[in-house]
Every structure is written in structure tokens, then in C-alpha cells.
Nanobody, 116 residues
Framework: QVQLVESGGGLVQPGGSLRLSCAASGFSLGYYSIGWVRQAPGKEREGVLCISSRDSTTMKGRFTISRDNAKNTVYLQMSRLKPEDTAVYYC??????????????WGQGTQVTVSS
């Protein structure tokens, strides 16, 4: 019943942009902080960015998270992508953002490949 589903991944050339979507069902994203986490092959999971339940948009470097509570969806906009950005990207719901958020719910992930 409780579900997060990522979409929008794919193959993109270095320097390109990509927008990932995270659609929730069974609960309201508006009550949660939402983090994007990625995992590259052979590496541990790495937090990309997290947005507070208070905010509609947050930015850090080449990454921007926005939320549309009416659609129960959050987005990760990625710009000037690099090969090292290649990873499976997950969205996850928590009760706050910090250096190590504790996530209640996770999506299944979507693959992002940055390659020429």
C-alpha cells in the first residue's frame, strides 16, 4: 500500500540534464522530508540532497529538489551531469533532513547512466 516509485532515469551524455520523478501512494509526501540517495556499482549509498517538508524547492550544486504536493510527487533535477553521477537513484521519505536521515520508506530506484 505504501509505495514510492521513481522514474525518469536513463542514458544521458556528460554535461546533459535529467529530471527524476518520485511518486508516492498510500501516504502524503507533504508531511515528509524527502531525500534522494544514489548507489554506484561497488560503492555504498550516498545521499544526494534532501528537502524539508517545509520547503517546496531546495538546491545544492548541480542538483535541485522540488515537490508538488498536489500530485504527491517530488522531483530531482540534475544538471551538468558527469560520468561519476552514474548510479541507481532512490527517493526516500523521512521525518527530517540531516547528515544521516532515517528513512521510513524507499523507492525501488531508477538507473541513471552518464556516458558518451
Amino acid at each position: 500500500q505504501v509505495q514510492l516509485v521513481e522514474s525518469g532515469g536513463g542514458l544521458v551524455q556528460p554535461g546533459g540534464s535529467l529530471r527524476l520523478s518520485c511518486a508516492a501512494s498510500g501516504f502524503s509526501l507533504g508531511y515528509y522530508s524527502i531525500g534522494w540517495v544514489r548507489q554506484a556499482p561497488g560503492k555504498e549509498r550516498e545521499g544526494v540532497l534532501c528537502i524539508s517538508s517545509r520547503d517546496s524547492t531546495t538546491m545544492k550544486g548541480r542538483f535541485t529538489i522540488s515537490r508538488d504536493n498536489a500530485k504527491n510527487t517530488v522531483y530531482l533535477q540534475m544538471s551538468r551531469l558527469k560520468p561519476e553521477d552514474t548510479a541507481v537513484y532512490y527517493c526516500a521519505a523521512a521525518h527530517g533532513c540531516g547528515s544521516s536521515p532515517v528513512y521510513d520508506y524507499w523507492g525501488q530506484g531508477t538507473q541513471v547512466t552518464v556516458s558518451s
